[in-house]
């Protein structure tokens, strides 16, 4: 997988902003979004039940977690260019936890082509 | 063999011991180590405004962002629990909080100054509880933080990016 | 315009306070008070069952022993009963027992080392536990201690306390749930009822030690009562004197011998010895 947030590797310009400084939106081509839901790794799991005695970061989750960003933001990537844009603006994510142990990350925004 | 009958306290003190201690020196730990990159990273700016400085040049934009998941120790969950029977402010997880969501920020602009950006504008930061509720699940909190890292297109003078 | 990050103060979102004021305060504030109310609350639900007349008590108890009643005892085992009972009957008429209130004693050919009272003045003597007592003044002081239970209604008042604190705690615990603060709560409310039931162990001794001693003349059978039922449980070193259902057995001797000077029956005298009835269905025969 390439890094969703490389302008080079991808050709789309990614951000949360609603306007970019200098740049002109030609045409704004709707929401586009990319989603996963992931679990858990009961692995990780009984290692993070064990860190929970002594508290600290939960290193495992933190990287479970970005690479489902990493994948959403991909997946939100892929929307966009599959309506020719080259930009997405005004980007924003959510994480909803749907049962216990299980998540879903959103990523959404809006497909524009810039001048 | 008359301690086998309290094994049950003897297993919860010791966790609560061991919670405490080791949770308050991980917790002190991450504060100082928070601190230090806080000062280390001063020069990369972040503001949570939409609208960055000279915003009518051209800017080169990325978006960068940085999580942390933090968990609770043994003693916070005993203290937290005992505290949702009666209501109020649970101090035991603010500094849990507080750490996840300075950590997150720390990483982003980490993310930013290592692709070259001294400028983040439009963080956002959310907070959320991964396991789904504290029944069975773990106590733990992420912060995830956001932004658009910008600097000017013009190469020759990356020092005037603010 | 300029623009710049200063650093904010540090302590606003988090308290600046030592950890251990906030447990100690939720500790004793939210435990004390679990404790408290279920001392209360186990308090006056067991001055309300004592009140239940002993006729309705009787009746509700009367499943609880269809297993020893139903048992096929031996010819051996129906005379060590039988001996048990006639044993019964002289020490009820010496505790008094009021005329509304009888006992009705079983046998139980089964190894544990016990006797225990339960509702409906119902008694259970274990073979395991005549097997262990060498006089008849220790059986007797065993049968005293749980006549004295039926005659206090001890089984009605432990039960109405365990119904209505376990009601109020699983009515907490839909709250807290399964989680390390219902847990404690759990643990806290016990502890009460923990010093309730030891506090009618320490009673049913005084009176049967009365029992005792207007039957026999001295107070000699009490202690090796308690000797052996210690014994039994493998020795009480490191014990913690609240977690337990009954006193130390240090303490019960302690407290039966000081009851017996005060009163000023002699600690000690001659054992008769067990009647052949009870030696034999103790040696197993």
């Known amino acids: 997988m390439s890094n969703p947030f490389d302008e080079k590797s991808t050709g789309l310009t990614i951000s949360n902003l609603e306007i970019l400084p200098g740049k002109r939106v030609k045409s704004h081509l709707g929401v586009v979004q990319g989603s996963t839901v992931r679990a858990k790794h009961a692995g990780k799991d009984i290692l993070a039940g064990l860190k929970n005695i002594v508290g600290g970061e939960l290193k495992g989750y933190t990287e479970l977690l970005q690479e489902a960003r990493e994948e959403a933001t991909e997946r939100m990537v892929q929307q966009a260019k599959s309506v020719g844009a080259n ?29 | ?115 070259g ?9 959310e907070s959320s509880n991964i396991t789904g509720g504290n029944r069975g699940g773990l106590p733990a909190v992420e912060a995830f933080a956001y932004g658009t890292a910008l600097k000017p297109v013009a190469p020759a003078e990356p020092d005037r990016a603010v | 315009m300029r623009f710049e990050n200063r650093a904010p103060e540090e302590t606003v979102n988090y308290a600046d306070e030592h950890p251990l004021k906030e447990f100690a305060l939720l500790v004793v504030g939210v435990l004390g008070a679990v404790a408290l109310g279920a001392a209360l609350l186990g308090f006056f639900a067991g001055e309300l069952a004592g009140r239940v007349p002993f006729a309705t008590e009787r009746e509700y108890a009367a499943s609880l022993t269809e297993r020893f009643e139903q048992a096929k005892l031996t010819p051996a085992q129906r005379d060590a009963r039988d001996a048990l009972r006639a044993l019964a009957a002289k020490l009820a008429a010496a505790m008094p027992l009021p005329p509304d209130i009888a006992v009705s004693v079983h046998y139980a050919d089964e190894p544990t080392v016990n006797a225990m009272a339960t509702l409906g003045g119902n ?132 407290l039966l011998q000081a009851a017996a000077r005060q009163n000023g029956w002699p600690v000690d005298g001659m054992r008769t010895p067990l009647p052949p009835a009870l030696r034999s269905a103790a040696a197993g025969k």
């Open chain 1, 87 to 115: 930009a997405i603006l005004n980007v924003r994510y959510t994480t909803t936890s749907i049962t216990m142990g299980a998540a879903e990350i959103l990523a959404y925004g809006t497909a524009v082509i810039l001048e």
């Open chain 2, 1 to 115: 063999m008359s301690w086998v009958d309290y094994l049950d306290w003897i297993v919860f003190l010791t966790l609560l011991a061991v919670g405490y201690f080791a949770g308050r020196a991980a917790e002190s730990r991450h504060f100082a180590s928070i601190r230090k990159r806080e000062k280390e990273l001063a020069k990369v700016l972040a503001f949570a405004t939409k609208y960055p400085p000279a915003a009518h040049l051209p800017q080169q934009v990325r978006l960068v962002s940085g999580s942390a998941v933090v968990g609770s120790d043994y003693f916070k969950q005993f203290v937290a629990s005992l505290r949702t029977l009666i209501g109020g402010r649970m101090k035991s997880y603010e500094s849990l909080l507080d750490r996840a969501r300075r950590e997150a920020i720390l990483r982003m602009k980490e993310e930013a100054r290592r692709h």
């Open chain 2, 117 to 125: 950006y001294r400028l983040v504008v439009n963080v956002k930061i």
């Open chain 3, 123 to 254: 008694l259970v003597f274990y073979r395991g536990l005549l097997h262990k007592l060498e006089s008849e003044e220790a059986v007797a002081m065993v049968l005293a201690h749980e006549i004295a239970h039926v005659r206090l209604r001890h089984p009605a008042a432990a039960m109405g306390r365990g119904v209505a604190v376990g009601l109020v705690l699983s009515a907490v615990s839909v709250g807290a749930g399964r989680s390390l603060g219902g847990d404690a709560v759990q643990r806290a409310a016990v502890l009460p009822l923990l010093k309730y039931s030891r506090d009618q162990e320490r009673d049913a001794d005084e009176l049967a030690l009365g029992a005792l001693v207007r039957v026999y003349g001295h107070a000699g059978g009490a202690t090796d009562a308690f000797t052996v039922l210690s014994q039994a449980a493998k020795g009480e070193a490191g014990r913690v004197a609240i977690l337990q259902t009954h006193p130390l057995t240090g303490e019960r001797i302690g």
